[in-house]
């Protein structure tokens, strides 16, 4: 019923299966087993569900068990059932391993504990864990944050600093900075000794950029000049951000659009929402607006995000504006983005500039060889000169080269299948080839509008009729 508890179900059944499958081979009792976790989750406790934000607990502190190996099977180790009070981080588990099984020529780095010395007794010396996020100044132009940590004491730095005692306040519900001046003090001073200075990430390409949005890490915004607000003040921005991304994504257009709106107007420096308020947008037919919206992208960006060029350039296109496409995307190119000739091959495609279309594909190719879209190009090229089977083999050719996952994300390709498959009398192939392409990509009009008219000419009045009413759904 909860797809996060199914995920986490799910990722304790895999755990379990490992560990079953290690008995099952005799493997276990001899193994070093360590468990943990890169982070932890929000789940809302200060206003994120998630995790990049904040320095809380609930997202930095993880579990970290250790199975040692047993001397002789089914013994349990010496050290069964102890746990380390010291606090610990991630950069001990090399030390800790090397220890376990005494790793030749492993020298750990320095300031790095051994949990077996310390389950052992060992004494450590006093230590503090630094904890750093610039997410929300790379995602959102908030300020960075840090923290430090030590057996009692957790101290945030931030605009509006945080202090929590561990020992009474688990949860970290009561900051008591105004009533501890020493500890505040000297975390402070430790902070701003070890912290690290901020770097904006390097530029990537669409490509790449698309697979880090798929993974949660997206954008970057130039930051605002002057002092930057507190995330706390501001957390409210992601659950609207989500909000109107989620509308989105369930074809709510309209909501979502007056949901990234309301932010906009509240916070004018985050890309994404201008990003996705331009797609809502351009769904509505509000193309002068989506172009504004879209162009915000690169106002916002440093320079050398050209990927951003090129998402004005793309919903240029989307809008029937391939002239100015293409001036975006010669200005991505004059950058050194050559992801450009791509998007000027759909454009002069679409302007059915054959020849243009064709050589701007070609130095995509050139430029990239997986440049699956230029790939199509070709194809779609060759199907309007008129040559079907050829062009019929060459989406053979993309699929080979891409695979069916390669294929998932790249819009037209059964539509033009589809297409290119009736010109051949081929109707049952060209159906199959259509409706797939509705199936994933149900806003690209063209694939239903042609289904209609290939159902319809079969006599299949009724079904074209269903089509025509699923595709103004």
């Not at 010395?117 to 959102?140: D, M, N, V």
């Not at 009561?174 to 430790?190: H, L, Q, S, T």
């Not at 050719?397 to 081929?426: I, P, Q, S």
């Not at 994933?440 to 290939?454: E, G, I, N, S």
């Amino acid at each position: 019923a909860d797809p996060y508890d199914g995920e986490v179900a799910a990722s304790d059944a895999a755990v379990g299966s490992f560990l079953a499958a290690l008995k099952k081979k005799g493997l276990y009792d001899k193994s070093l087993v360590v468990f943990l976790s890169d982070h932890g989750e929000g789940l809302g406790d200060h206003g994120e569900d998630e995790h990049g934000v904040f320095l809380y607990r609930e997202a930095i502190q993880v579990p970290l068990l250790v199975k040692l190996p047993s001397a002789r099977a089914g013994e349990k180790p010496p050290l069964a059932g102890s746990s380390v009070a010291t606090p610990v981080q991630i950069v001990d588990v090399l030390a800790t391993v090397a220890d376990a099984v005494a790793l030749p020529g492993v020298t750990p780095p320095e300031g790095t504990l051994s949990l077996v010395r310390l389950a052992a007794g060992e004494k450590a010396p006093p230590r503090r864990l630094l904890a750093e996020t610039f997410y929300p100044r790379i995602r959102f132009g908030w300020s960075e944050l840090r923290s430090l940590v030590d057996a009692r004491w957790h101290y945030i730095d931030a605009p509006n600093p945080e202090l929590y005692d561990l020992a009474t306040d688990p949860g970290e519900k009561k900051n008591v900075v105004a009533d501890k001046a020493g500890p505040i003090r000297a975390m402070k001073a430790e902070v701003e000794k070890r912290k690290s200075g901020f770097v904006a990430p390097e530029a990537v390409d669409e490509e790449h950029a698309k697979k880090l949005a798929s993974l949660g890490y997206l954008t970057m915004t130039s930051a605002p000049t002057g002092a930057l607000p507190d995330p706390k003040d501001e957390i409210a921005t992601l659950e609207m951000l989500k909000k109107g991304l989620g509308l989105a994504k369930g074809g709510r257009v309209p909501e979502s659009v007056a949901v990234l709106k309301e932010l906009l107007d509240r916070n004018p420096r985050i890309v994404d929402a201008w990003e996705a308020y331009a797609q809502g947008l351009a769904r509505l037919g509000r193309a002068d607006e989506a172009v504004a919206a879209i162009r915000k992208t690169v106002e916002l960006s440093p320079p050398d995000r050209t990927n951003y060029l090129i998402s004005v350039a793309n919903l240029c296109l989307q809008v029937g504006r391939p002239e100015e496409a293409i001036r975006n995307a010669d200005l991505a190119i004059s950058r050194g983005d050559t992801g450009g000739h791509e998007v000027k091959a759909r454009a002069y495609l679409g302007m059915r500039d054959l020849a243009k279309a064709e050589a701007e594909a070609r130095k995509a190719i050139e430029s990239g060889p997986r440049s699956k879209r230029a790939w199509l190009v070709l194809a779609d090229v060759e199907a309007s000169r008129g040559n079907f089977e050829k062009a019929l083999a060459m989406t053979d050719d993309v699929r080979a080269k891409v695979g069916e996952k390669g294929l998932a994300d790249l819009t037209g390709y059964h539509f033009l299948r589809g297409n290119l498959l009736g010109r051949l009398g081929r109707w049952e192939e060209a159906e199959k080839e259509l409706t797939e392409e509705t199936r994933l990509f149900p806003q690209y009009l063209p694939a239903w509008q042609t289904l209609v008219v290939v159902r319809a000419g079969r006599g299949r009045m009724a079904e074209a009729r269903k089509t025509v009413d699923e595709m103004v759904a």
